[in-house]
């Protein structure tokens, strides 16, 4: 069995078997409903939207869901051309499609997945004759955080990983992330994402704190860096749930409209 790298926060010894039957209760009841094809689709637009809300407000972005609505439903231009919170809102939306289509894939966390995650539009704005690969991509990394990055997603990959339950794993993913800080900014958005990819995974949303909980973030990282992972556990824990409510009241409004 491998061992986690060094410094990796280490996982509660605490089962969380409540939480996780409490996710799985509100999953049951999301799966009751039947929903449509067409449902699902308003659904999974629903997500993207407020996980974006969600990642640009702890970023110290605020933006309404109409805001983001607008822009995602606007042409999309020519990523180059963005600036302010326009770029930060399309980046945001085309990185949770960028873990959607990993889970769809059954992708592994790699840290070209993580530089996609990071920052989607990358290669898109990369001007002839510059480099559009990884070595690209590392302009805007500091030295040799990308080594890190990578021992930590072959480690988990790895069965000792596996083994873990999605909210242990999404919450190490995080924490390890924010501790390398391989970007000069977006780590959290970044983190969360990668995160996200196990919580998704297993069947739930993505990582979306709402404002009412993100006061909790920083400090919940904060333990963790400590190494103990349980605020944070418990906080994606909470936000899972309060996110799945959040869908199973949009898609009754949907049913309602029929």
């Not at 996980?51 to 640009?56: G, I, N, R, W």
């Not at 309404?64 to 231009?77: K, L, N, R, V």
């Not at 990884?134 to 040799?144: L, Y």
């Not at 390890?176 to 196990?198: D, H, K, T």
Request: glycine share 6%; charged share 20%.
């Amino acid at each position: 069995m491998q061992r986690p790298p060094k410094g990796l926060p280490l996982v509660p010894v605490t089962p969380l078997h409540e939480a996780i039957n409490r996710i799985g209760a509100k999953v049951a009841e999301l799966a009751n409903m039947r929903l449509g094809t067409s449902e699902q689709a308003s659904i999974r637009v629903f997500v993207e939207r407020t996980f974006t809300q969600a990642v640009l407000g702890l970023s110290h972005t605020e933006t309404s869901i109409d805001q983001i609505a607008a822009t995602q439903e606007a042409p999309a231009p020519d990523p180059a051309t963005l600036s302010g919170p326009e770029l930060k809102i399309r980046r945001a939306l085309a990185s949770i499609e960028v873990v959607e289509q990993a889970v769809e894939h059954r992708a592994a966390l790699t840290t070209d997945l993580l530089r996609k995650i990071h920052d989607p539009f990358l290669d898109e704005a990369s001007q002839p004759g510059q480099p559009n690969d990884a070595s690209g991509a590392e302009r805007n990394q500091p030295a040799g955080a990308m080594v890190r990055v990578g021992a930590f997603c072959q480690w988990a990959d790895a069965d000792s990983f596996k083994e873990l339950n999605a909210l242990e794993q999404s919450a190490i993913v995080v924490l390890r992330l924010l501790e390398i800080r391989p970007f000069e900014e977006g780590n959290i958005g970044a983190a969360l994402g990668a995160g996200s990819l196990f919580t998704m995974r297993a069947g739930w949303p993505p990582i979306i704190i709402p404002r009412s909980l993100r006061n909790r973030f920083n400090p919940a990282v904060g333990e963790g860096l400590k190494m103990n992972t349980r605020p944070l556990i418990d906080l994606f824990a909470e936000s899972i749930y309060d996110t799945l409510n959040s869908i199973i009241d949009f898609a009754r409004t949907l049913a309602s409209r029929k």
